[in-house]
């Protein structure tokens, strides 16, 4: 019996070979799918308090309804149809019905400004652009005499729109009645267009988040989306038993890829949270037996826990103390491959049923088989808590134009700060001469959508991708980010330093949400901070700290002391080239609609850099 046995059940999280679903393309996978499934449930979404079950047969019947109104509006296989909403089942719905018309789909964040919407809609050649709301569709409107091959806006939701008068305008509620009348004069059409799709067309359309430059189309085939779904289920095994929630942007190839085609695969059901703000409520309604996430989302639950421990009792403090204390040590003997004795197995049971499982009840995972970490580095003391927890994380490492992931961890080892070894379905190498890590496979996208001079020099000669992260790989094969080609650090004494390791460190904090370490040519680091501002509020609350505004409490001597004290703690693991001497705190509240973030919430190191410069210059000079 494996070691892991202590912590978990390792037979529930073994990959999966059994699920069988023909289809060389996502749109036969989906009709095949919904044939063998029939009424089971796929999805829910919550509205209004109350939670609405979706068979596969009314997604099917949904979809061929949406597919037919869209062949009605002259809807052609190849063209592009765009979808500017947050995630939520609708979406859905329209993704596989663009599909099932051999044409492509492309998301667009929510967050993203009418010039954005103006720029992607243009690229793409978007033909029909599904929008939320009103307020979607206002920056629709903004730009759509600037884009005219857009011939039609179809709204999701039309409260506030009834008397909305437009030709080019319709609910999806009237592209749905338009379809249901096509499909009966048409009732071949759709089945016709499914059937004629191959798998090397193109499917979808991601762009990059665009930290450097406009964003880049990535183009994925049909064929690199199905064999990806397939090729996932030997690593992180899904089955129709499993409930996983939906909540990440469907625009991004991680929800996209590990969510919905994923999902659509193995029939494991999807839960849509009512909207971002109600994730830590909706998680513990759901209880997903599987969950991936970004490190943001783990490090808020695991500051969420932290913050409530600083409000219990002594006694209840000391309880934590005891019990976590137990599951880190078993974690440190099942990380090094170490047996666990008999007595400290018992102590684990006992601090499961008398502390951790409260704590995973608490956050929501304690149904959960695995957790999955991924698109961003994560800290390794972050993935040792869960682990202590008895939940194993999984850390999965790609990136857009490889269809989301090429290298993973398996719960039978696991190394924290490691993204894995290369996934069986694509091949990874380390460049020689750069140590720069490579992928190559058919699950690499097919290139970028009007640059094919970037797409070029996006593969080396011998046709492998260049991902732009350098790292190393150890004697077991498992690869580790040292940093993007970019962004690592050399100091004017000579010293490399690779930023991301400082920088994760500052992020276990519970009141640093993101940080940029600075110091490429100077005398020594510096950082921008952005803080938790729920975390830090509650903290200048309970310390009785005067303040009006989001600017004022970063402003606070208090909360610069608390920062420091973070910094001070991160610097004791680092030698003395390697640590922050000052850093200054962001004191605008940021949201993904601001330029310095990405969609995914990840502060943008170079547009940091250049507008924050002043303040950098300051913490130089000073020093």
Same mark, same amino acid.
């Given at each position: ?219 994925? $085939? ?66 997903? $037996? ?143 001469? $750069? ?31 260049? $991902? ?156």
């Amino acid at each position: 019996m494996s070691r892991m046995s202590t912590l978990w059940d390792l037979s529930r999280i073994q990959p999966c070979n059994d699920v069988v679903v023909e289809g060389d393309t996502l749109a036969k996978m989906f009709w095949n799918a919904a044939r063998q499934r029939g009424t089971q449930t796929w999805m829910r979404q919550k509205k209004l308090g109350i939670w609405k079950s979706w068979s596969w047969q009314q997604t099917a019947d949904a979809v061929r309804e949406i597919a037919g109104g869209l062949m009605a509006l002259g809807f052609a296989p190849g063209h592009c149809a765009s979808i500017l909403s947050n995630t939520n089942i609708e979406w859905v719905l329209s993704d596989i019905a663009v599909l099932s018309c051999a044409g492509v789909a492309n998301g667009i964040y929510p967050t993203d400004a009418a010039s954005q919407v103006h720029y992607l809609c243009e690229d793409s050649a978007t033909r029909l652009l599904f929008v939320e709301d009103d307020e979607q569709l206002d920056k629709a409107l903004e730009v759509r005499e600037r884009l005219p091959l857009l011939d039609k806006i179809i709204v999701f939701d039309m409260e506030g729109l009834h008397q909305l008068d437009d030709p080019s305008i319709l609910s999806l509620d009237a592209l749905r009645e338009m379809g249901r009348a096509w499909n009966a004069q048409h009732p071949e059409a759709l089945a016709e267009r499914v059937a004629a799709t191959r798998p090397e067309d193109v499917a979808i359309l991601v762009y990059t988040s665009g930290t450097t430059g406009k964003p880049k189309g990535a183009m994925h $085939t049909h064929e690199a989306l199905v064999y990806s779904a397939r090729g996932l289920n030997t690593l992180v095994s899904r089955s129709e038993a499993d409930e996983a929630m939906c909540f990440l942007p469907l625009c991004h190839i991680a929800e996209r890829m590990g969510g919905e085609y994923f999902s659509l695969y193995t029939g494991c059901k999807l839960n849509f949270v009512e909207n971002p703000d109600t994730v830590p409520e909706n998680v513990r309604e759901i209880a997903p $037996t599987v969950f991936t996430a970004v490190p943001r989302v783990w490090e808020k639950f695991y500051s969420g826990v932290m913050i409530a421990l600083k409000e219990s009792s002594r006694v209840q403090q000391l309880a934590y103390a005891w019990a976590i204390g137990v599951g880190t040590r078993i974690a440190d003997r099942v990380l090094a491959q170490q047996p666990v004795p008999a007595t400290l197995k018992a102590q684990f049971h006992l601090a499961r049923w008398l502390v951790l499982g409260n704590v995973r009840k608490m956050i929501g995972i304690h149904r959960a088989r695995f957790l999955v970490t991924g698109a961003a580095p994560i800290s390794p003391e972050l993935v040792k808590w869960y682990l202590a927890l008895g939940v194993p994380m999984l850390e999965v490492w790609g990136m857009t134009e490889t269809c989301g992931a090429s290298t993973g961890m398996r719960a039978e080892r696991i190394k924290p700060g490691s993204i894995g070894p290369a996934i069986g379905f694509n091949e990874v190498r380390l460049d020689p001469a $750069t140590s720069e890590i490579q992928v190559k496979g058919p699950n690499v996208f097919k290139g970028y959508l009007n640059l094919p001079e970037k797409t070029t020099e996006t593969f080396t000669e011998d046709g492998w991708l260049r $991902t732009g992260d350098v790292g190393t790989v150890d004697d077991e094969g498992f690869y580790r980010i040292t940093d993007r080609m970019k962004d690592i650090i050399i100091t004017a004494g000579g010293k490399n330093v690779t930023p991301s390791e400082l920088e994760n460190e500052l992020k276990f904090s519970p009141y640093v949400t993101d940080a940029v370490v600075i110091g490429d040519a100077r005398a020594y680091l510096t950082v921008i901070i952005m803080i938790d501002q729920e975390n830090v509020e509650k903290y200048a609350q309970d310390h009785d700290v005067p303040f009006s505004n989001y600017a004022s409490l970063t402003r606070a001597a208090e909360v610069q002391a608390l920062i420091q004290d973070v910094i001070d703690e991160v610097n004791k693991k680092f030698a003395r080239v390697e640590q922050i001497k000052k850093f200054f705190l962001l004191d605008t509240q940021l949201t993904a609609e601001d330029e310095e973030l990405t969609p995914t919430m990840k502060l943008k190191r170079k547009l940091v850099q250049t507008k924050y410069a002043p303040q950098i210059e300051a913490m130089y000079r000073q020093g």
